[in-house]
Nanobody, 128 residues
Framework: QVQLVQSGGGLVQPGGSLTLSCAAS????????IGWFRQAPGKEREGISC????????YYADSVKGRFTISRDNAKNTGYLQMNSLTPEDPAVYYC?????????????????????WGQGTQVTISS
């Protein structure tokens, strides 16, 4: 069964950190670019980061640049999103996704239509 299984969300204080994981099963994640999206209540799903499959090139939305770090461990068939300095603007359901034939760099803004396999989503809540 082809799927992405997410873990690592939860409740954190402002300024805190969380790491989200995205484990692939049923397929090789190193054949795909990995994207991270988030969706807050009443808002559209936003592409916030992406990492290429070939050379590890990355893209970050301005809203997370300098605070979030995307990475991948192909040996573990897993992608990660390290989130630091979390603010009250960051709460959302976070989704990972796998997409073919994508190159993630500063000129590419992740679109949901470019990604065919999605994780189940994980809630990130910021509260003091």
């Amino acid at each position: 069964q082809v799927q992405l299984v997410q873990s690592g969300g939860g409740l954190v204080q402002p300024g805190g950190s969380l790491t989200l994981s995205c484990a692939a099963s049923g397929f090789r994640l190193d054949y795909y670019a990995i994207g991270w999206f988030r969706q807050a209540p009443g808002k559209e799903r936003e592409g916030i980061s992406c990492i290429s499959r070939v050379d590890g090139a990355t893209y970050y939305a301005d809203s997370v640049k300098g605070r979030f770090t995307i990475s991948r461990d192909n040996a573990k068939n897993t992608g990660y999103l390290q989130m630091n300095s979390l603010t009250p603007e960051d709460p959302a359901v976070y989704y990972c996704a796998a997409g073919e034939a994508l190159y993630c760099d500063g000129d590419y803004s992740p679109s949901t239509t470019d990604f065919g396999t999605w994780g189940q989503g994980t809630q990130v809540t910021i509260s003091s």
